[in-house]
């Protein structure tokens, strides 16, 4: 059975810090890994992965995968009050995504 | 010019009613997505059409009914409401073309059984 699992589950900062978020994963016909955040509403996309080592950037964030080890990581820098929010890590199969639990992220000022 | 619009955003409701949430996206995608998004987050697929096709049906009680007229809509039907199914729904799409999906989402459906 497809299985994504991301951790830690959760996880409170403080602004400034730099944090790390886990996502592996077990998908059959695998194509692409996404990140979303999600705030209030719908999830937000961020970023999509498919080759092995190139990583992603958009600002303070930035994500790597690898496709040896079936895993993929998150990077927020200088995180602020804004980035507090669930991400949302997805592995995309030949029909559907299958998305893990999700990291809820709280960045005290 | 919302891009995935799902009505209604909010819904309460009494245990053993029946209920719809309709889906519209103006991405001109050929595949649509049911999600249902539990009390700990958790985003899981429902069903997925592709041009009006049923493609995937998980594990999902009989009580639960899409319905696609045409390829920009997908509708969620839902008998006999029980408890466990306050829930968000969320409903997605996506163009089925290069190395993988990206999902873009509506704002979700909040339904309450009471």
């Known amino acids: 059975e497809d299985k994504v699992v991301q951790s830690p589950l959760s996880l409170v900062v403080h602004e400034g810090d730099t944090v790390t978020l886990n996502c592996s994963y077990e998908?059959?016909?695998?194509?692409?890994l996404l990140w979303y955040k999600q705030e209030k509403k719908a999830p937000t996309f961020l970023f999509m992965l498919?080759?092995?080592?190139i990583e992603k950037k958009s600002g303070r964030l930035s994500s790597i995968l690898d496709k040896k080890e079936l895993f993929s990581i998150l990077n927020i820098t200088a995180t602020q009050t804004g980035d507090s929010a669930v991400y949302l890590c997805?592995?995309?199969?030949?029909?559907?995504?299958?998305f893990g639990q999700g990291t809820r992220l709280t960045i005290n000022p | 010019d919302t891009a995935v619009s799902q009505t209604p955003k909010y819904l309460v409701t009494q245990m053993g009613n029946d209920k719809s949430i309709k889906c519209e996206q103006n991405?001109?995608?050929?595949?649509m997505y049911w999600y249902k998004q539990d009390s700990k987050k958790f985003l899981k697929i429902m069903f997925s059409?592709?041009?009006?096709?049923?493609?995937i049906n998980e594990t999902v009680p009989n009580r639960f009914s899409p319905k696609s007229p045409d390829k920009a809509h997908l509708n969620l039907h839902i008998n006999s409401l029980e408890l466990g199914d306050s829930a968000v729904y969320f409903c997605?799409?996506?163009?089925?073309?290069?190395?993988?999906?990206?999902?873009?989402f509506g704002e979700g459906s909040w339904l309450t059984v009471v």
């Open positions: 997805a592995g995309s199969g030949a029909q559907k995504l299958v």
């Open positions: 997605a799409s996506s163009q089925v073309v290069g190395p993988g999906n990206t999902i873009y």
């Open positions: 991405l001109g995608h050929d595949t």
């Open positions: 498919t080759s092995s080592g």
């Open positions: 059409y592709n041009n009006k096709e049923l493609i």
């Open positions: 998908v059959t016909n695998f194509r692409s």
